[in-house]
């Protein structure tokens, strides 16, 4: 670990894939030399309860409290909260949303909510409140919600017999209730043209920023709707690594092969590189797609290729390792 003391790492995060990288991350670097600044777009209200899923999925498995199979949610959760909801169901007036049971929250993932809400109610910015999570689950690492101010991602849906076409639903309605299975027209950020980015500083100063392995649209488009975001990778290039998330053409986890094409985009390495390109000197892709690497240099972009499949612990920690030394053994004098 003692080769990286000195080096600063910011990571641009959403959602498991994220999580997993800086799992990996931590066990070669100093924890407190890592920052996760992490979207919060799809943060949403339920229950009065104020959920940021992101945030959480990354707290959870940093302090190695996620449950490992579904990969959100805390491990040996029990779900009697939600069961219990069931009892409303016939009495519920037409047009209510009260007692949603489409999202599912585990009985101990509750408290997480619980003082989340009432911290935020109490007049604490959700950058404190998450500060004060972190430490209850005693973590090092430094994580940083994307904005204080409120962004949601908007989901319009194309043609499609379970949602009227040109209907637009929330993320966690698109990813949630209907499982991502509706056709995607367009995405929108509300909000993000007055939300004020949160980690500015850090992107000036961080030795590596690294674009975790995390949907492009809506995971790492959130953060790049910010004012000045998309300015200061520009302008820090040379040291921004990303990790596709599309390997072979497909998402390990999650929509993003399909919203990318559904939006116009190639789904592949490639299709990445061409969406990071103007920010990102450097991408990292898996040894299905070495193939490709031409066509990614042919953006104006480094190619690294390794393992990054994150399997087991072993693939994790040299993915990390791989990726910050694509930035700091260019920066080492001759």
């Known amino acids: 670990m003692g080769k990286y003391d000195a080096t600063m790492i910011s990571v641009l995060a959403g959602g498991v894939g994220a999580a ?41 498995t940093l302090a190695n409290a996620i449950d490992p199979e579904r990969g959100w949610g ?108 509706v056709p995607v027209q367009s995405v929108h950020f509300r909000g993000a043209e007055t939300a004020v980015f949160s980690a500015l500083s850090e992107l000036q100063t961080s030795d590596v920023i690294v674009i975790a392995p995390s949907n492009p649209i809506v995971s790492i488009g959130p953060l790049r709707a910010l004012a000045g975001v998309d300015a200061a990778l520009s302008a820090r290039r040379e040291s921004v690594v990303a990790i596709s998330p599309i390997i072979a053409g497909a998402a390990l986890k999650g929509p993003a092969d399909r919203m990318l094409v559904e939006l116009g985009h190639e789904a592949s390495v490639v299709g990445v590189a061409r969406l990071y390109c103007d920010i990102c000197a450097t991408l990292v892709i898996d040894t299905a797609d070495q193939d490709r690497m031409s066509e990614i240099e042919a953006t104006g972009m480094r190619c690294i290729v390794t393992n990054t499949v994150m399997s087991d612990t072993a693939i994790a920690d040299n993915l990390a390792r791989v990726t910050i030394e694509s930035v700091t053994t260019r920066k080492e004098p001759k």
């Not at 931590?26 to 030399?33: A, G, M, Q, T």
């Not at 007036?93 to 101990?108: H, K, Q, R, V």
């Not at 619980?114 to 500060?131: C, I």
């Open 20 to 60: 997993r990288f800086l799992s990996g991350l931590v066990r070669i670097v100093d924890p407190r030399s890592v920052t996760a600044i992490v979207n919060t777009a799809d943060d949403t209200v339920l229950h009065g309860l104020n959920i940021s899923p992101d945030i959480d999925t990354v707290t959870y």
């Open 74 to 181: 805390l491990r040996d959760e029990t779900w009697r909260a939600m069961q219990s909801l069931a009892r409303f169901e016939s009495i519920r007036p037409i047009g209510s949303t009260a007692a949603p049971t489409w999202f599912n929250l585990g009985d101990a993932d509750l408290a997480t909510h619980f003082y989340r809400t009432s911290r935020l109610q109490e007049g604490a910015s959700l950058t404190q409140v998450t500060d004060e999570i972190r430490r209850a689950f005693d973590l090092q690492v430094k994580i940083i919600p994307m904005s204080d101010d409120t962004v949601s991602t908007e989901v319009t849906v194309a043609n499609c017999d379970s949602v009227v076409s040109g209907q637009t639903i929330s993320f966690q309605e698109y990813f949630v209730r209907y499982r991502h299975s």
